[in-house]
């Protein structure tokens, strides 16, 4: 069974950098995509950033000069680095994984994912 286990999250002031990391394990087969979403009470789980295995990345244009998506398959980790952070920026952040990819030219959408961790929460100060 996938496990995803998310860790980096902080709180920091405005313009400060974070690197969340996230381990997958568990499974049988790689996950084909990995996926950064944020959420804050009562709204959507939205999408940030989410990269697939052949390294093609999908960046939410409110976030796209400031956080990068990276994977590294060898140590089973996806990244996400935020810098010059913002208070909107502040959510708790979950790292998704599923078998399938998602629709080219736009973030994939929380349905399109069926393994999730607990996330970690980023909190950042004006």
């Known amino acids: 069974q996938l496990n995803l286990v998310e860790s980096g999250g902080d709180s920091v002031q405005a313009g400060g950098s974070l690197r969340l990391s996230c381990v997958a394990s568990?499974?049988?087969?790689?996950?084909?995509?990995m996926a950064w979403f944020h959420q804050v009470p009562g709204k959507e789980r939205e999408a940030v950033a989410a990269v697939d295995s052949d390294g093609t990345t999908e960046v939410a244009d409110a976030v796209k000069d400031r956080f990068t998506i990276m994977k590294d398959n060898g140590k089973n980790t996806l990244y996400l680095q935020m810098n010059s952070l913002k208070s909107e920026d502040t959510a708790m952040y979950h790292c998704?994984?599923?078998?399938?990819?998602?629709?080219?030219?736009?973030?994939?959408?929380?349905?399109?994912?069926?393994?999730w961790g607990q996330g970690t929460q980023v909190t950042v100060s004006s």
């Open positions: 998704a994984a599923d078998l399938t990819g998602w629709p080219m030219g736009r973030v994939p959408s929380r349905y399109e994912y069926s393994g």
């Open positions: 568990g499974y049988t087969k790689p996950p084909y995509s």
